[in-house]
Every structure is written in structure tokens, then in C-alpha cells.
């Protein structure tokens, strides 16, 4: 009997296809910020605003510039195509200003606009990705500079999409966006560090004291120090300037690490001071925990405890008669890749045997 | 455990998904014996003929512990996988009465693990564990007389065949041996075949599919794999067992 191809995959794919083609365009602004590439972490906006995102002293200082990449304008509530369209920027304050709102976006008589076109784009349909990136630097954010006097302090930029040169017509709703971001200079709290041991890799440990919100934590070991407190960590000071950490943990508000004690030069049997800090969404630091003592033992798990039912008290000698050459030379290590090379073609024959049949 | 919790849940849905289907009235579907519109006699076409059936695939779930001693229990502490696997079988030959010859392969994975220990008997210094890879070519005799030719659906598998296996172990996350272990591994399968809960529907997934039977199984099975020298790491089990769900095709 002949075989016939089944239409309801190629139904569903045809349905699946069409429905890709006729999505409705998206109902709200997205958008991609990046605030200091050293937060490596762009976010995309699911909502229309993004509300007092906090920036360091280090941020502020260091003047790097805040990118914002506007995407998937919607096309006008009429469904009219518009071909080009102006990015309109508020005002600072606490406020801000609204530029939906035509007037704002109107000068007045001697005087200019309240908002401003920071960016055009023409090219027809939905903005894109081609549409260019809007900087922002934080000191032209914070009129007052970064020092304490603005901390706390935000400022609202209000982002609108509007037809180009449109002055007269309110922008709707879908269209803007607000954005605020506020100046942090308040560390989290530091967190509570416990004794770590282990081989190679040892497992640090440690409990945040903190409601905020953390990104990350810097994990500290001072090599040269001893567990007796000849160490130039001091719990609740800074991070010492000339120490690298030797384990930073990203991935939100993390409680362990694991430290390469090897890596690091350790010996078995040396005992270490470690501490930790953690980081805010600014990338404020906390000041270091309490100092433990992490400490490389020797560590023994199956391969050890087996080595040792067998009579072998040197590992390198057990490792060498059970690794590796387990199946003896190479040509017998190469006996079972060359059987499922025989199955494989076994296997295609069949197969073709089998499509023949049809 | 949360592992074997969730291989057993996508087996049983697998199952699920494989079962055949009801008939849905609204199709009107009709079997091809009846009046022939064109002669408007009874037509000697056949009822049905099955597409060609040669090769089975089995979806495999199961525990596997190495008679590796007391070492093993000590660091693992009587874990048991899962093994996860996959085997296909090619049908070499028809054997009259009783059923298919087949040749096949099977790989699988497993993975052991356990708490690391330290000199002062500290168990919270990371972590040990040890993972296998069986690879193995297997001939088996699947016997569905029953099934063929009494509509009873069960079908015994006896098997036996060759284990390669390439076992891993570390600790604290440095690999501290890795090779690889020969022996006989053999097993015998009961399986139900589903085809009776809805025998329309099976055909119907032999004609779109070219599914010919499904069927779910339970096999014990064992390997002898290291214990032919002292050079290999004893990686066979004396019992181990298997359950999943086969297809032939």
C-alpha cells in the first residue's frame, strides 16, 4: 500500500506561518538599556518606564555613559504607516516632563520647548534596532555633580515617539516611556561569612544581611595572612585596595562560591583568612564580613576510598593500572569505536534495505 | 531523587503521548472492507496491510549500581542513577512461530554521587561523583508469537550482547581517572503491547506513522563488564533493571 505524507504537519506549519506574517504589531515601546558596561546585564523593558535606577558614586564619577536603544515602536493607533519619527527627550527634576503632551513639545514665544528631538529616524514602518543609540551621561543627569548633596536626588527623562516634526497631536500612550535613575551612595550591609575547607575547590559560604536588592558578591582571600589574625582583611572595613578578589559571584543575591585553593598556591594544610562582600544593583560594595579561616584538607571520595579496597596505596600507581588504558593497549581502546563503526554501517544498510521495501 | 522523579514523569508522559488515541466519531471514518462505491460489490482488497516492520526503539529508565564493593557504597551511599537509555534493534530475520532475530545497539548514561570527605571526617568539603557511558551491541530474540498469533499481548526479549563501558570519577571537581571496561551484558524483557486498548487507532498510527506496534516494557538485565581483568575497572552489575517504552517501526 502506498504511504502518503500526512497533510496536518504541513497544515500546521502553513497556519503557524501565516499567523507569523500577520502578527499584529506590538502594543507598547520596548527598549535595551545598558548603564556602566561593567553591570553587563541589559535588560529589556517589559513595562513603559524604568524608575530610579540607582547609580554609584563610582558610576556617577567615572561619567560612564547610560545607552538606551529604542525598539519595536508601534505603528499610530490608526494603523497609519509612519515613515519617520522623533525621539522627544523631558526635562530633569523630580517631575520631569511629560512630553506626550503636545505644548511640551511646542516652543513658546521666546522661549524653547520644555522637551527636545534627541533623535530622528526615518526609514518607513517600526523602529528597529537601526534605530540610534541614545546616551545619557550621568553628571549631565545630576546638575548638583555626584557628591553627596544628589544622592537620592533622580531624574525623570520622559521619552516619547512621535511622528517627525509632530508638535500639535498628542503622542499616545503606547508611545513613551519614562526613565529615572537615582544617585546611590549607600552600601549594602555586609554579610556573615562562615569556616570553609576542601581539597581544590572550596566551597565559601556566607549569609546576606540585606532586604536590598544584591547583584553579585566579591569573595576575598589574603594568601599571604594567617587564621591567628595577621591579615589585612579587617571585618567591616573596605576591601583592601591592592587585594583582587579571588572569586566574584554574579547571578542576583549569591550565598556561596567556590575558590580554586590550588590556583591560588595554597598548601595542604595552610589555613587562610577569607571574606566577603557584596554588591548592590548600583554596584555599591559593602564593607568586608566578619574574617574566616578557610583551610585546604585533604579530600578523599570514591576514586580514594576504591584505590584503598584494592590494595593500592599510591594513587598515581592505581590511577595509571585503571585509567585511561583500563582496556589495555590502544588498539583494544579502539575495539569499540570500530564495532559501532560496523553497526553504523549495518544500521544504514538496513535502512536503505528498508526504503527499497516501499 | 528530584532526577528520578522527572525521567519517571517523562516516561510516563511519553507513554501517554504514545498511546493510541480514540476514534473520534466526527470523522466518520470508514474501514476500507465495506462496499466498494465503484463495483458496489464487497471488495477483495485487504483489509489492511501493515507497512513493513524492521527495527525497534526502546526508551530506557532505570537503576544501575556497579559491583564496584563497599568502596562504592561508602562514597555513594547506595545511589542508584538513574541510567537513562536508548536502544535500537534492526529485525535480521523472521524466525517462524516465534519471532524476530534482531542485532542493535544501546547507549546509555548514569551518573553517581556522593559527599566528598575530609582527613577529619568533615563531609561538607565538596563534592565526589563518577559517570558511565555503556555503550552496547546486543542480539536479542523478540518473541511476539503470543501477540501474532493469539492476540495476546505480551512479547518476551531475551538478550545478549557486549558492554563497552567509559566510566569518569572525580572529586572536588578535578577528574582523577577516566577509561574503559569490557564484559557480556544480557537481559531479559517482558513487554505489554498497547495495540489492544485501541486497535483502530494503532492501525491509524501504522498508516500516518509508520508506528507499527507500541508497547511498554520491564527488563533485568546484568553485566559483566571489568571483571575479565584486573586492569578494568568492575563496572558490571550483577542485576540492574530497565523500564520504558518501545516502538517498532
Redesign the interface.
Given at each position: 500500500m502506498p504511504r502518503r505524507l500526512h497533510p496536518t504537519p504541513l497544515l500546521l506549519l502553513a497556519v503557524f506561518s501565516l499567523g507569523w506574517a500577520a502578527r499584529p504589531a506590538s502594543a507598547q515601546i520596548t527598549y535595551t538599556y545598558q548603564t556602566y558596561g561593567e553591570r553587563g546585564v541589559p535588560a529589556s523593558g517589559a513595562t513603559n518606564y524604568l524608575v530610579n535606577w540607582p547609580i554609584s558614586q563610582a558610576e556617577c564619577d567615572a561619567n560612564e555613559p547610560i545607552r538606551m536603544v529604542v525598539t519595536n515602536a508601534p505603528y499610530d493607533a490608526t494603523g497609519t504607516t509612519r515613515l519617520e519619527w522623533d525621539l522627544w527627550q523631558g526635562g530633569t527634576g523630580s517631575a520631569g516632563a511629560n512630553c506626550q503632551t503636545a505644548t511640551n513639545r511646542r516652543p513658546v514665544t521666546g522661549s524653547v520647548a520644555v522637551c527636545s528631538a534627541r533623535s530622528s529616524w526615518s526609514g518607513g514602518g517600526q523602529i528597529t534596532s537601526s534605530m540610534p543609540t541614545l546616551t545619557f551621561r550621568p553628571q549631565e543627569l545630576f546638575a548638583d555633580g555626584c557628591d553627596g548633596a544628589s544622592q537620592g536626588a533622580y531624574v525623570f527623562y520622559v521619552l516619547a515617539v512621535s511622528a517627525r516634526g509632530d508638535t500639535t497631536t498628542d503622542v499616545a500612550a503606547t508611545h513613551y516611556f519614562t526613565f529615572s535613575v537615582a544617585l546611590d551612595l549607600q552600601p549594602p550591609s555586609a554579610p556573615t561569612v562562615s569556616d570553609a575547607a576542601g581539597d581544590r575547590q572550596v566551597v565559601v559560604s556566607w549569609t546576606n544581611n540585606t532586604s536590598e536588592t544584591l547583584t553579585g558578591a566579591r569573595v576575598y582571600v589574603d594568601v599571604d595572612g594567617d587564621c591567628e589574625g595577621s591579615s589585612v582583611l579587617v571585618a567591616g572595613a573596605p576591601a583592601p585596595p591592592g587585594l583582587a578578589p579571588a572569586v566574584t559571584a554574579g547571578g542576583g543575591a549569591p550565598t556561596s562560591a567556590s575558590v580554586d585553593a590550588a590556583r591560588l598556591g595554597l598548601e595542604i594544610g595552610q589555613a587562610v583568612p577569607v571574606a566577603v562582600t557584596v554588591l548592590d544593583q548600583a554596584h555599591n560594595e559593602s564593607v568586608l564580613s566578619n574574617v574566616a579561616c578557610l583551610t585546604r584538607v585533604p579530600v578523599s571520595g570514591f576514586w580514594d576510598e576504591f584505590c584503598t579496597q584494592q590494595g593500592e596505596t599510591d594513587a598515581a600507581s592505581c590511577r595509571e593500572r585503571y585509567s585511561g588504558c583500563s582496556v589495555g593497549h590502544a588498539a583494544e581502546r579502539a575495539t569499540p569505536w570500530a564495532l559501532w563503526l560496523v553497526l553504523g554501517a549495518l544500521f544504514a544498510r538496513a535502512a536503505r534495505r528498508r526504503g527499497g521495501a516501499r | 531523587m528530584r532526577r528520578s522523579i522527572a525521567l519517571g514523569i517523562a516516561l510516563a508522559v511519553l507513554a501517554l503521548v504514545s498511546l493510541p488515541r480514540g476514534a473520534r466519531a466526527d470523522e466518520g471514518e470508514q474501514e476500507r472492507h465495506e462496499r466498494s462505491p465503484v463495483l458496489g460489490e464487497w471488495s477483495t482488497e485487504p483489509l489492511f496491510?501493515p507497512?513493513?516492520e524492521?527495527?525497534t526503539l526502546e526508551l530506557r529508565v532505570g537503576a544501575y549500581r556497579p559491583d564496584?564493593?563497599?568502596?562504592?557504597e561508602?562514597?555513594?551511599h547506595g545511589d542508584l542513577g538513574p541510567l537513562v537509555a536508548l536502544e535500537?534493534d534492526?529485525h535480521l530475520v523472521r524466525i517462524p512461530y516465534l519471532g524476530p532475530l534482531q542485532?542493535g545497539?544501546r547507549v546509555g548514561w548514569v551518573e553517581?554521587t556522593?559527599d566528598?570527605?575530609?582527613?577529619?571526617g568533615?563531609t561538607?568539603?565538596?563534592?565526589?561523583?563518577?559517570s558511565l557511558v555503556p555503550?552496547s551491541?546486543l542480539v536479542s530474540l523478540r518473541i511476539d508469537a503470543l501477540s501474532r498469533y493469539l492476540s495476546f499481548p505480551l512479547i518476551f526479549t531475551p538478550k545478549l550482547g557486549?558492554d563497552?563501558g567509559?566510566f569518569q570519577?572525580?572529586?572536588?571537581?578535578?577528574t582523577?581517572?577516566?577509561?574503559?571496561?569490557?564484559g557480556v551484558d544480557w537481559g531479559l524483557q517482558l513487554a505489554l503491547e498497547l495495540d489492544f486498548l485501541e486497535p483502530r487507532a494503532a492501525r491509524r498510527l501504522d498508516?500516518?506513522?509508520?508506528i507499527n506496534h507500541s508497547e511498554i516494557f520491564f527488563e533485568l538485565f546484568g553485566s559483566t563488564m571489568?571483571s575479565f581483568?584486573d586492569?578494568?575497572?568492575p563496572l558490571g552489575s550483577s542485576l540492574a533493571w530497565a523500564a520504558g517504552l518501545g516502538l517498532t517501526f
Open positions: - | 496491510v507497512s513493513p524492521s527495527l564496584l564493593g563497599p568502596a562504592f561508602r562514597a555513594f535500537l534492526y542485532f545497539a553517581w556522593g566528598a570527605v575530609s582527613s577529619t568533615q561538607n568539603v565538596g563534592s565526589t561523583g563518577m555503550l551491541a557486549l563497552f567509559y570519577t572525580g572529586t572536588s571537581g578535578v582523577q581517572a577516566d577509561g574503559w571496561s569490557i498508516e500516518e506513522w509508520g571489568g581483568s586492569r578494568q575497572l
